[in-house]
């Protein structure tokens, strides 16, 4: 009997702490879930505003208006009540959501790549990784932003940049950094939407390898695909599938990231991380691989995925403040404009020398 009613004790004090905890980040979990409500249904009016002003179809990622609003309530959301449900979504639902990922991609399409493709995409986001942290160096910045422009630059854009800081040391303005670095790579992104297809007639590239070289070097996926079905079908199915490779190479990005500053002796606040959420990108990886996974499912995921995406980075926008953002200062835009060259040129190189 006594270990019975012990037992039920210790239930009965988890069970209310696990209230006290779900009361406490309640507040800013909800308030950046309405950011992110808020972001999809701005998204479309901002593009067609856009479109009235400029007579072009430009999309405005959700990411980017949930930053935005985030950022103009900065004020709002700067006490204590909302604090500790901001930094759960920022640290905790955003790994979940990047693990969630891996339900998207499947090795098969990796492999229809073929190995020079592969390669060359492989040694180019290496490049570009490795070039963001000699431009921040080049220009007066930290390492560790210079790994995040790259990161992001290399991979996929904001989830990239969100998952690439989870693993940085603690470094003062990184949150502010990771912002700018959101922002700034989707605006790249929408102008490489827009440019990037003109450069097959100028280098002669069939559908094909034009696919190539938009899903190899233009960094989110919704500018990826925009570019790509611009020019044929062809074009944006090869765009989507190198596109997806890059993403599934987040994994060892982030955990590469992740391991050079923990074993660098300057990095005095750097851990090894622990993989978990990248683990079970693996695995959701090989489940969809195998088809394991139905395709309702599938879209659950995904769209989960996307939700937790979208309320962490509209967390991390209600913790940061404009101001912040404005001290940045064109170093930091020189270092994201040459981690964008970098893999650009690499891919443009390595494609006329596999032509």
């Known amino acids: ?26 507040p ?37 208006v949930a930053l935005l609003i985030g950022m103009a309530l900065h004020r709002f959301a700067a006490r204590p009540l909302f604090e500790p449900g901001m930094a ?10 990047i693990a ?35 431009f921040a160096r080049l220009f007066g910045r930290e ?21 690439t800081a989870s693993v ?5 303005n990184r949150d502010a950094d990771t912002v700018f670095t959101v922002v700034a790579v989707n605006a790249l992104s929408t102008l490489a939407m827009v440019a990037y297809p003109a450069l097959g007639p100028v280098f002669g590239f069939d559908d094909r390898t034009l696919g190539i070289l938009l899903g190899a070097t233009i960094h989110d996926v919704a500018q990826v695909v925009g570019a790509g079905y ?22 060892p990005v982030v955990l590469g990231v992740g391991w050079w500053f923990a074993g660098r002796g300057g990095a005095q606040n750097a851990r090894v991380p622990v993989p978990v959420f990248a683990l079970v990108f693996l695995a959701l990886v090989l489940v969809n691989s195998a088809g394991l996974a139905p395709a309702a499912v599938k879209a659950v995921v995904s769209e989960a995925s996307r939700w937790g995406l979208l309320i ?37 190189a390595g494609l006329l020398v596999l032509r």
Not at 230 to 251: N, Q
Not at 312 to 320: H, P, Q, R, S, V
């Open 230 to 251: 611009s020019v044929s079908e062809t074009t944006g199915d090869a765009a989507v599938i190198v596109k997806l490779f890059r993403v599934f190479l987040l994994l």
């Open 100 to 134: 969630l990922l891996g339900l998207r991609i499947a090795l098969g399409d990796i492999w229809a790549l073929g190995f020079g493709t592969a390669l060359l995409v492989v040694a180019a986001m290496a490049v570009t990784v490795v070039s963001g942290v000699a």
């Open 88 to 97: 759960f979504s920022v640290k905790k639902l955003l790994r979940i959501a």
């Open 28 to 64: 800013g979990v909800a308030l950046s879930a309405a950011v992110a409500v808020a972001s999809v249904l701005v998204e479309p009016l901002t593009g067609r505003a856009i479109g009235a002003l400029t007579g072009r179809a430009v999309v405005v990622p959700a990411v980017v």
């Open 312 to 348: 962490a980075i509209g967390a991390l926008g209600l913790g940061t403040s404009i101001t912040a953002i404005l001290r940045v200062g064109w170093r930091h835009v020189a270092v994201v404009c040459g981690t964008t060259a970098v893999i650009l040129g690499a891919v443009l």
């Open 143 to 163: 390492a560790a932003y210079g790994a995040l422009a790259g990161g992001a630059t290399a991979v996929c854009g904001a989830s990239a940049a969100l998952a």
């Open 168 to 172: 940085l040391p603690k470094y003062p």
């Open 1 to 26: 009997m006594a270990e019975q009613a012990q037992t039920g004790g210790v239930a009965a004090m988890r069970a209310a702490s696990a209230r006290n905890l779900a009361r406490v980040l309640a």
